[in-house]
């Protein structure tokens, strides 16, 4: 089966930075994503990580090991915006059965003045 | 470019009914996978359409089905309501099953009495 750990809370203040840990047991692994949810609100891709390292988009950046089953969503210069539940997801091989994704609980990020 | 639709956005319905939640997916996008989202929980994969059939199942019970239509819109039926069916479902949407990034819609929030 699938399972994903990652923090259920995180607090910062703005213009902070925040890291946003996940690991998972899988027992297939095609890439990790990270997901944005707005309470009452649809999720957002952020970003995917396939190969080991760091992909930076703007002042999101998400990491990958595979080696560890580890990666992390890194947030820059935190807006009072960002407060929303973040969600790490990992995407089974392509095969016949199709190609799903196992999310993690979501972390939900509260941005205080 | 619209993204993903889904109507209705809310209903209650009473155990034992049946209900059919519908999904128009963003232009271009082939691939339409349904979750259910319980509140405070990540999203769990239902199951997936591609070329207007289901190639992909998550843990769901056979009440849970689904159609995909050749405008690639899409629903999902479930029979027999049970009180634990009350959830956030959600419809995602991508290019083909490949794609690095699902786009969701902002759900239809059923609930259950």
């Known amino acids: 089966g699938q399972s994903l750990e990652q923090p259920s809370e995180v607090t910062a203040v703005e213009g902070a930075i925040v890291q946003i840990n996940c690991t998972y047991q899988?027992?297939?692994?095609?890439?990790l994503s990270w997901y944005q949810q707005h309470d009452g609100g649809a999720p957002t891709f952020l970003s995917y990580?396939?190969?080991?390292g760091l992909e930076e988009t703007g002042r999101f950046s998400s990491f990958l090991s595979r080696s560890d089953s580890y990666g992390y969503l890194l947030l820059q210069e935190l807006q009072m915006k960002d407060s929303a539940s973040y969600f790490c997801?990992?995407?089974?091989?392509?095969?016949?059965?199709?190609?799903?994704?196992?999310f993690g609980g979501g972390t939900r990020l509260m941005v205080k003045p | 470019e619209t993204g993903v639709t889904q109507s209705p956005t809310h209903l209650i319905k009473t155990r034992g009914q049946q209900v059919t939640l519908r999904c128009s997916s963003q232009?271009?996008?082939?691939?339409v996978s349904w979750y259910q989202q319980a509140l405070g929980q990540g999203p769990q994969f239902i199951f997936q359409?591609?070329?207007?059939?289901?190639?992909g199942r998550g843990n769901f019970p056979p009440r849970f089905s689904g159609l995909q239509f050749p405008n690639y819109s899409s629903e999902l039926n479930v029979n027999a309501l049970e009180l634990d069916d009350s959830a956030l479902y959600l419809c995602?949407?991508?290019?083909?099953?490949?794609?690095?990034?699902?786009?969701f819609g902002s759900g239809t929030r059923l609930t259950v009495v």
């Open positions: 995602a949407s991508s290019a083909g099953q490949g794609a690095r990034g699902y786009t």
């Open positions: 899988t027992s297939g692994f095609y890439g």
């Open positions: 990580n396939a190969l080991d």
């Open positions: 997801a990992v995407r089974d091989p392509p095969r016949d059965a199709g190609n799903m994704l196992t």
């Open positions: 232009s271009g996008h082939n691939t």
């Open positions: 359409y591609y070329r207007e059939e289901e190639n």
